[in-house]
């Protein structure tokens, strides 16, 4: 079963607009951390924004908000404001804290495209 | 700071070639990794390291070997080249230990192997 679920492989915002991105995990491990990435042309990886499994409150870095639902195992990105250099790959990750290689496991991304 | 360095950014390999992937980081991490890109899969991970001396394979370790003499320095070696392996390869380096210290990657080489 996969660890990691984006169920949007693509998206269209209009500029400034909010848009959600779409993240599911699959852990019985208590405690974990959820981290999102974003990928510009260009190709780097961006780190934006982390959610611990025992914080109480959803992370927030600036226009970047995490809509964590632990019940429902969801961890949705939230980009406020959408710019037209949001426009990119998005990537949700998790790490369990039992995992052998503190291995990242990656979802499958969404491309988000902002148009003016 | 430079941060984590590869080199090279594009390399195309005959099928049966090798070649090392070279990683570099200056921010004095224990922890480095290799991962692989491809469409639709996100990231894998191919192999880390928990400091100097120690390796371990990750998800997809078949036809790669690495090496951590330093602490600076995680290469990646391709044995024999096949297509499968057309990829960007990602190397990534953060602090050991803390469950939410963010992976830093470097800028990715794309490899084509024809």
């Known amino acids: 079963a996969q660890k990691i679920t984006q169920t949007q492989p693509g998206m269209f915002v209009q500029e400034k607009e909010a848009v959600t991105l779409d993240c599911t995990y699959d852990?019985?491990?208590?405690?974990?951390?959820l981290f999102w990435y974003k990928q510009p042309s260009s190709g780097e990886m961006i780190f934006l924004i982390y959610q611990g499994s025992y914080d109480q409150q959803n992370a927030t870095e600036g226009r970047y908000s995490l809509n964590f639902q632990k019940a429902r195992k969801s961890a949705n990105l939230v980009i406020s404001a959408s710019q037209l250099g949001d426009s990119a790959m998005y990537f949700c990750a998790m790490r369990e804290s039992d995992n052998a290689g503190n291995m990242l496991t990656f979802g499958g991304g969404t491309r988000l495209m902002v148009k003016p | 700071n430079a941060g984590v360095t590869q080199t090279p950014k594009f390399q195309v390999l005959k099928t049966g070639q090798s070649m090392t992937l070279q990683c570099a980081q200056d921010m004095n991490h224990e922890y480095m990794s290799w991962y692989r890109q491809d469409p639709g899969m996100g990231l894998r991970l191919i192999h880390y390291?928990?400091?100097?001396?120690?390796?371990d394979q990750g998800e997809v370790p078949n036809g790669y070997n690495v090496s951590r003499s330093t602490t600076e320095d995680f290469p990646l070696r391709l044995l024999s080249a096949a297509p499968s392996q057309t990829s960007v390869y990602f190397c990534a380096s953060r602090i050991q230990g803390a469950l939410g210290s963010p992976l830093h990657f470097g800028n990715g080489t794309r490899l084509t192997v024809t």
């Open positions: 852990t019985s491990d208590p405690s974990y951390g």
């Open positions: 390291s928990v400091g100097a001396g120690i390796t």
